[in-house]
């Protein structure tokens, strides 16, 4: 018995794969068990089932199996990650579970499958069932079948995909066994019941038995409403808030709830789509051009029978639809033109939307083709018209059917148009058919209800009729206006006739509605679920903004009235007014009528507005003298008037219209213009200012007063500032026109004035508008648009309802902002169709380039005539785009440039040629050269900027251009996608899935650049079509592919950015009535108000206007805020009412915690929004912004400092690692400030900040991992080090071995430091994990962690064997060699007694920091080298900073270990200097032992000094001077308190050898690096006083040597004080004290750079550190501010020069290259310090030659190097200032004039970029004549002056030479002169005759050239070396070495070949000797010229060789003296060559 229960005390995991079956039903029961308790769904505890989970169902045991389904159902119901293993779990059930005998395996087998299902993995379960149906057992195959149907049955068709299924169930249905087919019947008939009669064409191949089987089967179920019974997860919410609904189904329409039960489905969803563009024969396009009818007629008919099938493949059509187009235009046969039409009806219906970039183009033609008299051609075209047109918009037809309606005088034409239109809008929802469409249309249909043709007159009614039902008769009369009863009547009987093909949906609920929805479930019990009223209250505040826009709708029809007559007025007046009244109001005194208008004021004032008769007191006011009063008395009385009648809803445009023209036309009269202004903006609230706008505009301008005219337009510019862009441009763009053409100059300047109001709003499409008018103007109208040159508009302040936030005008859809679209229409627009003629298209089209050269040249002159050209370009498109793809690369790149051109010029209207164009744009992105693939990516920009990216997407265009598997294309097309779909909107989701299996595969793509690029894409593209797809498709992978592709997906989903429409529908949740406020979505807890120093309203609000928002955005509050929130969050955490801040990787739903907990503690929003920004740059400037409030207030961020260190976390998993080192920095002040407070850190903020922070310590940065270290030092001063050690030993179980190591120095630092007693959980557990570290396989880990237990010996000696407990032989010898080692330097110096008398009882905390400074700094060290290591400025700083007892000199001079012990990396970097200044700084700001710091900082305390820890000042005066020298001045010291008790720490001697700082470290030193390290320091006084004590220390020998070595340190220090001063402003500092400052700090740089010594040291980033800030001094002019500024500005010039003088000239050219680099590669450059730093590298240039010997010119021509790979020159094209470019080059040149080819050498093949290469080469070869020595012949010196310009005979000769190499009988003799004329010319250039012939015969040209040479070679070295031919002189020789050394000098891109070939040319130097005659043993006058000849050779050799090869040469000896005879002898043998 013991034997069987012994399992269970084996882990859970053994258990489930024991090989006892007990022992798995066993872990079974208990997985089970666990799976329900675990409470997070995305725990770290499933993980570790996730291998296992798939063995349960494959048990063998039958009772295990069903317990092992039984939990993986649990699993499945609450693990997140269960969806994983649905694979080999549902292929066991499939195989194993569904066919078991027992029942309840079957059903457990079964629940799990649909558990499946439901978590949303319905695809992958589905793929399993249908592999099932093909298994051999029957069993297996009905089960299959039965769980496929369940499924069905309860999710519906919308979650299982019927498709497949359908495919399957003819083999079900033939099946052998009887149960499968009833099984496959049944199955059948479930798809019937959801999908309907959809299904029936699918079984039309079954036999007639089963057909009448299943006829009969669903009969049965016809009629059945199938409704869904199991709801997906993201389903099942919804399903709840229905429940909670269940109670109103009275006010739900029965139809709908049929839509909702049963979704229709359209049949051809389930039909495969058939490609029959492969299927059209050959010969099918010439056949359709053939001459005979019956060809054409034979092609239309198999295209007819093709496109008959009901679902086609997509695919390019282009091609086909214009050959159709062109046979339904041009050809003369009906028959075919009937067939042509019935063809396109066919595609357009069997490719449905993959049509519509083809269907605009065919509208024209087919309304055109009406015209027709035949019945047949004109049904085709009915048909035509109406397939075509599925997927087109009204919009994108209007311009054709205007040109058919308007413009064309066939009545057949205008009728059938109509009719289209009728059976167009008889599919129209209200939407479709919206105001600006009937705005278009109704018009057009106007003017053909007039037309004299009877037929177009019906057809008009009909289609008026027809949308007049589908909009409402309120809708569309404002568009008909006044029209006769007749024809009003026979619209209205059309209307009533009008059949719909559309559902119209139901109008909007009331705006009670949603108040009714709400008060329901109050008065109900409440529901169990609080989503239940939340969705409600949603639901409500959703129906408020149909409401909204119903009563928008209603306000636009009562916007109209029909006029009354004056009867009718009269009769209204009457009863309204006393008839003295009327008769006042036209009395002739004007007194009596003034008395008469302000009765009708008060009247019209006390009346209801509501049910005011608007239009009778307007006209009743109107009457004369009415609104043209001459007394302006009365007339502002009868003003006031209007305006209160304007106020009224009943004042209509009607009632407008009676008194606009009479208000605007007192706009120019002086006393009553600000009445009238008024009133026409009361119009405008009421009714629209587009209106008003245009009509007063309009009037004004028709006036002959200037200034009626000039007061209208400023009027209008007043409201548009008011109401925002609300009007149409159009009509008030051509009313400013009119008004620049005046002859008044105040009206043109008003004109002026409001053409930039609109400005603000339109932009430079306003420029474009206003180019055509006179130049003078437009230079006028430029020059004022150049001031509001990035101006914004302002807020609009009227027109805006407060409670909707929506326009309460005319139309709820105006914007404030102009559509583009709309602007575009503005720009006169030429129509160039008629250009491009016949015999264009055709030459584009010819078979040679040159010719097709030439119509692009004529295409592109054509375009480039015009600014704006409209989107009729005829044949031009289809043309262009064939040759985009053309064989010759030359015409791809003139035709992508002129297709970029067309896009530009058309602007919107490009989108009609996308279709066309843009697949041959996207395949030129395939080409091999780049210069054709950059011109297609840049065209390819162009049109998606003016035509959206939604037309690019859209027919499967981008998916087609993948498929060919170019890696350039698909490089390109992921890097464009990448850029464009970040940002993109409404992109459509199933164009974009179509290029998920491309990119899929191109994610592990072999190419670098494709690989990178796809990647890249991943995030985009899942931004629009959500992570589910992508996942799916990558479950097609391969396995291997497959666990790479998922774990970038979800690294790609947790990027993914928050929905934007989120906060608004928060808002309106909150919202529950009108008016009233809710209480917070969510109340943590109770929140103590009163601590909160000025709290953010946390209460919902109603939709604000946009001045609101833009006011919100610039919070103006304090970043963090004083409150004691941070008890309440950790008690919240505590009790788990909230998360608890623990994960691996940061989720979302941590993220949304962190952001409610700030928005509680009233965190600055601006301050969130950079913090929670996707930019990292926000990010540094949250920090930033952070790290200056420390400053200003200190307790506010300790009152948050929770919510900041757990923000800080998330930025630990960021991959920018300058935020990572921003905020260590950051980090590291706040933990210094808390330190010196006496800040405890509570339990809860460590343990959610410093596991994390560990996490960083095993970072592959050393800055990062240096940084981390720091703070842990800063942490054992706030918190107890026993519980940091814990955390520090967790971290020993990562991966990462730098962890590790890290994590072991820490530990060691611990133990050293505090004792063994800080060893947690105890000493013999820690060190018995650590010693397991020694066995690691990382080095740096075993190290690390044998110096740790080291650590340990020395404090418990031998006792620490037993503490590590067994380890092995080898890991404890190594143990023991090392305490060997370590006691020899370090003996135990502690007895068992004496650790337990030293042991701290407690982690050493800041109020016992006496102790632990004793401890730190009492011990002896070894003594490696007087230097200062950063963790000993750390330390001393941070016990400094705890115990503030102390002076710095103390705490500096008491530390004793070295730099390299403790800090060997980095040790001497440049960020390790300046971090040791940072942090010494830091230390010296904290303490306030100095008076000086009490003006700095007066609420800062001052401390006595302990007389325990006085230096000794004599000891330090001997130290540094000897005893005749008085000490430095020191710190003056507070010793007021001396004389009071002090409480001194307990030192244990036998623990501490006390030894003087001596024994380690020098003390001068030390005292240097304190004064050093206050020059920088924000107390002026304090700096000031640290610059004396330098400039002293440099005057005396013994400190000045000091210094030497701390050069560096000295000018970061310097430095970063000037950034200081920089900073500083006069309301934090003394002027005064800044500018002594200044002055002292740049007197100490001219001393420095004054001495050699110390110059030279300073190094390059120093020296660019430095130079920057001077030259920034004066570029940013602060120093204007100081009485000194010219001694300052003196002073800095001559310390520039002084810098450049002495520096070390390596380091300062690459200072002066590098930061120009660095001000090119930042854009906020100021440009004059760009322009001084050039300046500085000038200066530098002119003196640079005499610098040669001590420059290193590699290091230069690296930095070089570097700047050109950078910016290279062909990204300075688009530049305005190429000086630095050019300032670079002149560097290089410098270089080559007094280096020459020798520079070469010093180029690093390898590294060096091509550009560098090349500029260095053609220098060379520039001045290669300058830097010959030999005197060259006239002859010859005109050849080098033009070395590649040949003479007319030369010419003439090459020319009969290569005549010669081409013809077949001559070709060697012509190779035979030509080698003769390279070897008579050798600086003659045969390029161009190369250049024309192709690379085959250039090779053969060569190889015959080395052929002769070698033939040559052998017959010369056959003869005797003494005998040469009478041909071959000696001066020939001397040629052909030339032309040897030439052809070696200019192999391998020009570069000197290397020194180890040097003997190589010396014999080849040899031989040519040999050959020429020119043997040593001559002793003739032809020898010595031979000799001479050799001589200057190797003189050339010399100047060109490298120096190594010139180091092993023997031909350095000077050429020989020659006499007068030997220079005849040499003339005379030149005469002889000449001839």
């Known amino acids: ?925 395939s080409d091999s050269k780049s210069q054709v693939r950059s011109l297609a990516m840049d065209c390819i920009k162009v049109w998606a900027e003016q035509s959206g990216l939604k037309e690019i997407y859209e027919g499967e265009m981008i998916a087609d251009a993948l498929k060919t598997g170019n890696p350039f294309l698909k490089a390109e097309l992921f890097q464009w996608m990448a850029e464009s779909l970040t940002n993109a909107k409404k992109i459509s989701k199933e164009d974009l899935i179509a290029t998920l299996p491309h990119l899929m595969a191109a994610v592990e793509d072999r190419n670098a650049d494709v690989r990178k690029n796809a990647q890249d894409a991943v995030l985009p593209i899942m931004i629009h079509v959500g992570f589910e797809p992508m996942a799916r498709q990558s479950q097609k992978l391969s396995a291997a592919s497959r666990t790479a592709v998922t774990t970038m997906l979800e690294k790609a989903r947790a990027s993914l950015p928050a929905k934007p429409a989120a906060p608004p529908k928060a808002a309106a949740k909150g919202a529950p009535a009108k008016g009233k406020l809710a209480p917070p979505a969510a109340a943590p807890a109770k929140i103590n108000t009163n601590t909160i120093t000025k709290s ?62 700030m928005t509680t503690a009233a965190v600055n929003k601006s301050l969130m929004d950079k913090m929670f920004h996707n930019d990292f740059k926000f990010h540094l400037k949250a920090i930033d912004a952070l790290n200056e409030f420390l400053n200003v207030n200190p307790q506010a961020t300790v009152s948050n400092l929770d919510l900041i260190l757990k923000w800080l976390t998330l930025r630990f998993f960021d991959t920018n690692p300058s935020v990572l080192l921003r905020g260590l920095e950051y980090l590291l002040t706040v933990f210094a400030m808390l330190a010196e407070d006496g800040y405890n850190m509570p339990e809860m903020e460590a343990s959610s900040f410093i596991p994390y922070l560990i996490l960083k310590s095993g970072d592959p940065k050393d800055t990062v991992r240096n940084g981390v270290k720091n703070i842990m030092h800063q942490i054992t001063l706030i918190y107890p080090c026993s519980r940091l050690f814990a955390y520090v030993m967790e971290g020993l179980k990562s991966k990462n071995s730098r962890q590790r190591t890290e994590c072991l120095e820490e530990l060691g630092l611990l133990i050293d430091n505090y004792g063994i007693s800080v060893s947690q959980p105890t000493p013999a557990a820690a060190l018995k994990e650590i010693a397991r570290q020694i066995s690691d396989r990382d080095n740096s880990v075993r190290t690390a962690a044998l110096n740790c237990v080291v650590q340990a010996w020395h404090q418990e000696g031998e006792k620490i064997y037993k503490m590590i407990g067994q380890i092995s032989d080898k890991e404890l010898s190594l143990l023991q060699e090392r305490i060997k080692r370590a006691g020899k330097t370090r003996p135990v110096i502690k007895t068992a007694v004496e650790v337990a008398a030293s042991r701290p009882t407690k982690a050493v905390r800041p109020n016992a920091v006496a102790q632990e400074v004793a401890e730190r700094y009492s011990e002896p060290e070894e003594v490696v080298e007087p230097t200062y290591s950063y963790e000993d400025l750390t330390e001393a700083g941070s016990s400094a900073l705890s115990s503030r007892t102390g002076s710095v000199e103390e705490i500096i001079l008491s530390s004793g270990s070295s730099l390299e012990v403790l800090n060997p990396r980095g040790s001497n970097s440049l960020d390790s200097i300046k971090r040791n200044l940072l942090l010494l700084d830091l230390r010296m700001n904290r303490l306030g032992d100095s008076p000086v710091s009490s003006k700095a900082n007066p609420s800062h305390r001052q401390r006595p000094i302990s007389a325990a820890f006085r230096l000794d000042y004599d000891l330090l005066e001997d130290l540094e001077n000897g005893p005749s020298v008085k000490a430095p001045q020191l710190l003056k010291m507070d010793l007021d308190d001396i004389g009071n008790d002090v409480r001194m720490p307990r030192l244990d001697p036998a623990k501490h050898m006390i030894t003087s700082p001596l024994t380690n470290r020098s003390g001068a030193t030390a005292t240097v690096e304190l004064h050093i390290g206050r020059l920088c320091n924000h107390n002026l006084d304090r700096s000031i006083e640290a610059c004396k004590e330098v400039e002293m220390m440099m005057r005396r020998e013994a400190s000045s040597k000091t210094l030497v070595a701390m050069t560096d340190q000295v000018l970061v220090a310097i430095t970063n004080q000037l950034q200081v001063l920089q900073k500083a402003t006069a309301e934090t500092h003394d002027l005064q004290l800044m500018s002594v400052n200044y002055t002292l700090l740049i007197a100490i740089l001219r001393s420095i750079f004054s001495s050699p010594q110390m110059a030279t040291r300073a190094s390059q980033a120093v020296i660019r550190d430095v130079m920057s800030s001077l030259l920034l001094m004066l570029v940013e002019q602060k120093l204007e501010r100081f009485n000194t500024e010219d001694q300052i500005v003196r002073l800095t010039n001559s310390l520039v020069v002084r810098i450049i003088e002495n520096a070390d000239h390596t380091r300062l050219v690459t200072a002066q290259v590098r930061m120009l680099h660095d001000c090119i590669s930042n854009p906020n450059t100021h440009p004059k310090f760009t322009e001084l730093v050039m300046k500085s590298l000038w200066k530098v240039m002119r003196v640079i030659e005499q610098w040669q010997e001590q420059l290193d010119l590699a290091a230069v021509l690296r930095e070089v190097n570097h700047f050109l790979v950078d910016f290279p020159s062909h990204t300075w094209r688009d530049r305005k200032d190429l000086t630095p470019l050019k300032t670079i080059k002149t560097l290089v040149h410098t270089m080559v004039q007094f280096k020459g080819a020798t520079l070469l050498t010093y180029l690093n093949k390898e590294d060096t970029c091509n550009e560098l290469s090349k500029i260095v080469n053609k220098y060379i070869s520039t001045s290669a004549p300058k830097l010959g020595d030999r005197p060259a012949a006239p002859r010859e010196q005109q050849q080098l002056a033009s070395p590649h310009r040949l003479s007319k005979t030369t010419h003439h000769q090459l020319s009969a030479i290569f005549k010669k190499i081409g013809s077949k009988d001559q070709t060697r003799e012509g190779l035979e002169q030509l080698y003769d004329f390279q070897k008579m010319n050798p600086d003659a250039d045969i390029a161009p005759f190369l250049e024309k012939a192709s690379q085959f015969f250039q090779e053969y040209i060569e190889k015959g050239l080395k052929t002769i040479e070698t033939d040559r070679s052998r017959q010369g070295s056959t003869a005797a070396s003494s005998i040469s031919s009478p041909q071959e002189t000696p001066s020939e020789s001397g040629v052909e070495l030339g032309l040897y050394l030439r052809q070696q000098n200019s192999e391998d891109g020009d570069m000197i070949p290397a020194s180890d070939k040097a003997n190589y040319y010396k014999e080849k130097l040899k031989a040519l000797q040999h050959k020429a005659g020119l043997g040593a043993n001559e002793e003739s006058m032809d020898n010595r010229v031979d000799d001479m000849n050799r001589n200057h050779a190797q003189k050339e050799l010399l100047d060109n060789l490298p120096r190594s090869v010139l180091g092993e040469s023997n031909l350095s000896s000077p050429p020989k003296q020659t006499d007068a005879a030997s220079l005849e002898l040499i003339k005379q043998r030149l005469e002889r060559l000449k001839r």
């Open 1 to 925: 018995m013991e034997e069987d229960t012994e399992f269970t005390k084996l882990p859970l995991e053994e258990r489930c794969v024991h090989k006892l079956w007990k022992a798995r039903v066993h872990g079974y029961e208990e997985a089970a068990k666990l799976f329900r308790q675990i409470p997070d769904e995305k725990a770290p505890e499933w993980n570790k089932y996730l291998g296992i989970v798939k063995k349960f169902a494959a048990d063998s045991n039958a009772a295990a199996q069903e317990k092992g389904l039984e939990a993986i159902l649990a699993y499945i119901e609450n693990a997140g990650p269960a969806g994983k293993t649905v694979g080999e779990v549902m292929s066991n059930i499939v195989t194993k579970c569904l066919s078991a005998p027992r029942t309840k395996t079957k059903e457990l087998s079964q629940q799990v499958t649909l558990m499946y299902v439901e978590i949303e993995k319905h695809e992958a379960v589905m793929e399993e069932l249908i592999k099932g149906f093909d298994q051999k057992n029957p069993k297996v195959v009905a089960a299959c079948i039965n769980t496929a149907t369940m499924a069905l049955n309860e999710f519906g068709m919308k979650v299982i995909n019927v498709k497949p299924l359908v495919k399957e169930v003819p083999k079900l249905l033939d099946h052998r066994d009887k149960i499968v087919r009833d099984e496959g019947k049944a199955l059948i008939v479930e798809i019937y019941r959801w999908v309907g009669v959809a299904v029936k064409p699918q079984l039309s191949n079954l036999k007639p038995v089963q057909l009448t089987e299943l006829e009969a089967e669903f009969e049965k179920v016809a009629g059945e409403k199938v409704v869904p019974t199991r709801y997906l997860r993201s389903q099942q919410q919804k399903q709840q808030v229905a429940a909670v609904e269940e109670g109103e189904g009275d006010e739900v329409d029965a139809e709908e709830e049929d839509e909702a039960a049963a979704p229709a489905i359209d049949p051809l969803e389930l039909i495969d789509p058939v490609d029959i563009l492969s299927k059209l024969p050959k010969d099918f396009y010439e056949k359709l051009e053939a001459k005979k009818w019956q060809e054409r007629k034979e092609a239309m008919d198999e295209l007819e029978k093709l496109v008959q099938n009901p679902k086609l493949e997509g695919g390019d059509y282009g091609e086909l639809v214009r050959a159709l187009k062109k046979i339904i235009q041009k050809d003369s046969n009906v028959m075919i033109v009937a067939l042509a039409g019935k063809c396109v009806a066919g595609l357009a219906n069997g490719l449905k939307k993959k049509f519509q970039p083809y269907a605009s183009a065919c509208v024209s033609c087919i309304l055109e083709k009406f015209k027709e008299k035949k019945q047949n051609v004109v049904t085709a075209m009915r048909e035509a018209i109406d397939a075509v047109t599925q997927n087109l918009t009204l919009e994108t037809m209007l311009e054709d059917i205007t040109e058919a309606i308007e413009k064309n005088k066939n009545p057949a034409v205008k009728s059938e148009t109509s009719s289209f239109l009728t059976r167009y809008f008889s599919r129209c929802t209200p939407q479709m058919l919206d105001k600006k469409m009937l705005k278009a249309y109704v018009p057009l249909l106007l003017k053909a209800l007039n037309d004299p043709d009877a037929t177009v007159r019906d057809s008009a009614a009909e289609a008026l009729g027809t949308a007049m039902k589908a909009v409402t008769e309120k809708s569309i009369m404002p568009f008909i206006g006044d029209l006769d009863n007749i024809k009003m009547q026979k619209i209205k009987e059309c209307c009533e006739k009008a059949v719909m093909t559309v559902k119209i949906p139901k109008s909007a609920r009331p705006a009670t509605a949603p108040a009714k929805v709400v008060a329901k479930p109050a008065s109900a019990p409440p529901p169990k679920k609080p989503t239940g009223p939340k969705k409600v209250l949603s639901g409500g505040a959703k129906a408020a903004k149909p409401a909204a826009k119903k009563q928008a709708a209603a306000s636009t029809v009562s916007n109209f009235e029909r006029e009354m007559a004056d009867e009718e007025v009269e009769a209204i007046v009457s009863e309204l007014l006393p008839p003295q009244l009327l008769n006042d109001l036209v009395d002739a005194n004007w007194k009596t009528r003034l008395a008469g208008a302000e009765q009708l004021l008060q009247l019209v004032s006390n009346m209801d507005k509501s049910d005011m008769q608007a239009q009778a007191l307007v006209k009743t006011l109107s009457r004369k003298p009415g609104l043209k009063d001459n007394n302006f008395q009365v007339m502002k009385a009868k003003l006031d008037v209007v305006k209160a009648i304007a106020e009224s809803p009943k004042f209509t445009r009607t009632s407008a219209n009676l008194c606009l023209q009479d208000v605007a036309e007192k706009l120019g009269d002086a006393k009553t213009g600000v009445a009238a202004a008024e009133v026409l903006t009361t119009i405008a609230d009421n009714l629209k200012l587009d209106f008003v706008a245009t009509e007063v505009l309009s009037f004004g301008l028709s006036q002959k007063s200037p200034k009626i005219q000039q007061e209208s337009m400023a009027w209008l510019s007043n409201a548009i500032k008011e109401y925002g862009f609300v009007i149409q441009p159009k009509p008030v763009l051509e009313n400013i026109r009119k008004a620049l053409a005046s002859t008044n100059v105040a009206v043109r300047t008003s004109a002026i004035s409001l053409l930039c109001t609109l400005y603000l709003y339109m932009g430079d499409t306003l420029r474009r508008i206003m180019e055509s008018e006179k130049p003078a103007i437009v230079q006028q109208i430029n020059a004022e648009f150049d001031k509001l040159e990035g101006q914004r508009p302002p807020t609009p302040i009227k027109g805006m309802t407060v409670s909707t936030g929506e326009d309460n005008s005319e139309s709820v859809e105006d914007d404030q902002n102009p559509d583009p679209d709309n602007l575009q229409e503005l720009l006169p627009r030429v129509d160039i169709s008629g250009q491009f003629t016949d015999a264009i298209i055709s030459q584009l089209s010819d078979t040679n380039w040159k010719m097709r050269d030439e119509a692009l040249q004529k295409v592109s002159t054509i375009v480039n005539a015009n600014a704006y050209v409209t989107a009729n370009l005829g044949e031009l498109p289809a043309a262009l785009a064939k040759r985009l793809t053309d064989s010759n690369k030359i015409i791809c790149q003139s035709t992508f440039t002129i297709c970029r051109q067309l896009g530009e010029k058309l602007g919107a209207q490009c989108k009609q040629h996308i279709r066309t164009l843009m697949p041959s744009m996207l395949q030129g992105l």
């Open 1096 to 1157: 953010k309203p946390t209460i919902a609000k109603p939709s604000a206007t946009s001045r609101n928002k833009k006011e919100d955005d610039q919070d103006l509050s304090p970043l963090l805020q004083v409150n004691n929130l941070k008890t309440q969050r950790m008690a919240d955490e505590q009790k788990l009412r909230v998360l608890k801040w623990n994960f691996t990787t940061p989720r979302d739903e941590f993220v949304d915690l962190l952001k409610d907990q």
